[in-house]
């Protein structure tokens, strides 16, 4: 059973950045692929990237280009995502999510238990 | 990218109702949809995956029909657990993309 427990909620103001984190229990984050979605306050889901196991590199959404980074700490099993440049529509709760091991990377069945990141001046 | 557009927007129903949702892509996304539930203030949870195949521990009630760009999910009797916000997503094109959400609640 993957576990996917997240950071704590982070209080930022506008054009700072944020680190959230991911980690990992159950397998090693090299037998999954883990992505990032977030949801602004009574919104809908947004991906923002995450692994591709396709390329072995992660892919980011077009949308966050420039201010989006994912890496992931193998020696920790955890992975993170930093957002730059906050401004207040990055005001969200961040879900990292992730599939069944040796499964398709797109069957998302398990998720962290979200992150919320408030921007405010 | 491929956009996802959901229909209704919001559901009004009685338990035991049958409900059809339905996910257009704006493109052909072949069979790579997946569907999923939220409820409030909890994580997504994968009900569907491959446009039909019910994820693990999903009930029966709940099946997933389509491809291409024309995707519905039916749940046969709803239950009053099943009053939630669901929402398609495609995983054939980057970036990765979700419908708005159909909100399904009481009548």
Not at chain 2, 10 to 18: I, K, M, Y
Not at chain 2, 55 to 68: D, K, L, Q, V, W
Request: with cysteine.
């Amino acid at each position: 059973q993957v576990k996917l427990g997240q950071s704590g909620a982070e209080v930022k103001k506008p054009g700072a950045s944020v680190k959230v984190s991911c980690q990992v229990s159950g397998h090693t984050l090299n037998e999954l692929s883990i992505h990032w979605v977030r949801q602004a306050p009574g919104k809908g889901l947004e991906w923002m990237g995450g692994f591709n196991p396709e390329d072995g590199g992660m892919i980011y959404s077009q949308k966050f280009q420039g201010r989006l980074t994912m890496t992931e700490g193998t020696s920790t099993n955890t992975g993170y995502m930093e957002l730059s440049s906050l401004r207040s529509e990055d005001t969200a709760v961040y879900y990292c999510t992730t599939h069944i091991p040796y499964r398709s990377a797109w069957e998302w069945v398990f998720w962290g238990q979200g992150t919320l990141v408030s921007v405010s001046s | 990218e491929v956009l996802m557009t959901q229909s209704p927007a919001t559901l009004s129903v009685s338990p035991g109702e049958r409900v059809i949702l339905s996910c257009r892509a704006s493109r052909g996304v072949s069979s790579n949809l997946a569907w999923y539930q939220q409820k409030p203030g909890q994580a997504p949870r994968l009900l569907i995956y491959d446009a039909y195949t019910r994820a693990t521990g999903i009930p029966g009630r709940f099946s997933g029909s389509g491809s291409g760009t024309e995707f519905t999910l039916t749940i046969s009797r709803l239950q009053s657990e099943d009053f939630a916000v669901y929402y398609c997503q495609q995983y054939n094109n980057w970036p990765r993309t979700f419908g708005q959400g159909t909100k399904v609640e009481i009548k």
